[in-house]
Structures are given as C-alpha cells and as structure tokens.
C-alpha cells in the first residue's frame, strides 16, 4: 500500500504567508507533496502558487475562480488527492496558524492505526497564542457545546489541522457534505466517529495569524451553531454510545 502524503493548504489572499510556508513544508523530514487551492485570491496568490509548483515538483495548484467557502476548497481538494494515489491526507491552514513540524507527529499516530488525527489545542491544556480572550472562550465554549449535543469524544471539535487515512476519506461523500466553516470540520469528524473510525488527538500548539486578516465571521459561528443539531437530529444518536472513540 502507498503511503504517500500530501497536505492541502486553501488559501486567499496569502500571498505573502505561502512561499514560507512551502518551504517549511518541503524541508521536514519525512516526504510529503502539497496542494494549494487558491479561491480566486485578488492578492495574487494563485500566482505565487504557480511560481512555486513550477520550482517544486511537490507542489500542486488547484485553483477555484469563486471564494465559496473553506469546506468546498477543502472537499475540491479532497477528491483531487483521492483520484490519485495518497494515503495520509492532511488539512492545514496557509497562515502559519498550524505547525508544519507538528506534521511527523500526526503521521506516527495514524501508523498506529487512527483513520482520523485531529490537532488538538485543548487536550491535557489549553495552547493558544495570540488570541483574544473572547475569542478563545467562543472556541473553547463551541467545543463543550459540540461534546454535549453530539457526544462525540473529540477535546478540539472545531480544529482545523488534520491527517485522514484515505480509506476514512473514502466513505464520505463528498458532495454531500453541506456546511463550510467551523461546520465542516465538526460535520467531518462527526460522520467518521459515527461510523466507528478510529479517532486520535494529538496536542498542538496553535499560534494565530501575524500577516494578513482572520476568516471569522459571525455568519460562520451561526453555521455551526445550528449544524450541531442537524447532526444530531440526521444521525439518530438518541444519546446511544458509539463504536468510534478518540484517543488523546
């Protein structure tokens, strides 16, 4: 079985935060390729992804010409890494939020057998920096909420840097997965869990943006608010226990 890996980076408007971040990226030890899928950036960022693939042959671009939204980036991404030949594949910001040297560690843990290994900013502490305390409660207050409604067992619900086996990947589908901010990462979670998948946290140090602006939008908090009950309400749970477990 290949065991090949590729992280997905959606970007707009990181023209400045992509080249480093690549560069990081290509010099960690293990191998690893990288897609980009640049939402139609102004900034030119979609170009700077070109220079950089056209310079590495690990790097690939996928480029989308609306801006609809990080869960339609990230799924685009997904069936391309899919149609090819991946076995770990990771989501991870382009704004230097997550760690690429956290990257191995996520790896050892699905060697081990996790078809899901979410970074976690909440396990065993908490490890933000950077971030206002509002921001940090909403984050932290959106997770217990999760954790109630849902049951699931994940200490950071909402976070954004994963690795997926392929063979966990493989039994969503794509196009019918609906939501696409914070949603989407607990609507991910939340259909692997349900299906048994092994779940891992691992505990990440996650460091908010220094260049360029934030994402969040109340439009975004929202979203999530009312997909944790859709989840509930589609999934059955009943409040009944689930095969899937996380293992922090």
């Given amino acids: 079985m290949s065991q090949r890996t590729i992280v997905i980076v959606p970007t707009y408007n990181e023209r400045d935060n ?3 971040l690549i ?3 290509l010099a960690l ?4 390729d990288v897609l980009v899928v640049d939402d139609g950036s102004p900034d030119g960022t979609g170009k ?3 220079q950089l693939a056209a310079a590495h ?16 980036a990230y799924c685009a991404g997904f069936a391309w890494a899919l149609a090819r030949d991946y076995e770990f594949i990771f989501e991870m910001d382009g704004d230097f939020s997550h760690n690429p040297d956290d990257i191995p560690v996520f790896l050892k843990a699905a060697a ?8 976690s900013r909440y396990c065993n502490g908490i490890r933000v920096i950077n971030w206002p305390l509002k921001r940090l409660m909403l984050s932290i207050s959106a997770g217990r909420y999760v954790r109630v409604v849902t049951g699931m067992p994940i200490s950071d619900p909402t976070g954004g840097f994963k690795c997926f086996r392929r063979q966990a990947l493989e039994t969503i589908p794509l196009d019918a997965v609906r939501s696409n901010g914070y949603s989407f990462q607990i609507e ?12 891992a946290e691992v505990p990440i140090i996650f460091t ?11 439009k975004i908090v929202w979203e999530a608010f009312w997909m944790v009950w859709r989840l509930w309400f589609q999934s059955g749970l009943r409040r009944s226990p689930r095969k899937g477990r996380a293992n922090p």
């Fill in 18 to 20: 992509l080249p480093p």
């Fill in 23 to 25: 560069q990081r990226l």
């Fill in 29 to 32: 030890p293990v191998p690893v």
């Fill in 48 to 50: 700077v992804a070109d």
């Fill in 57 to 72: 042959g690990q790097v690939h671009v996928l480029h989308r010409q609306v801006k609809d939204g990080l869960g339609r």
């Fill in 112 to 119: 081990e057998g996790a078809d899901l290994v979410v970074g």
């Fill in 188 to 199: 991910l979670n939340h259909k692997l869990w349900m299906q048994g998948m092994s779940i």
């Fill in 208 to 218: 908010d943006r220094f260049q360029g602006s934030s994402k969040m939008s109340r």
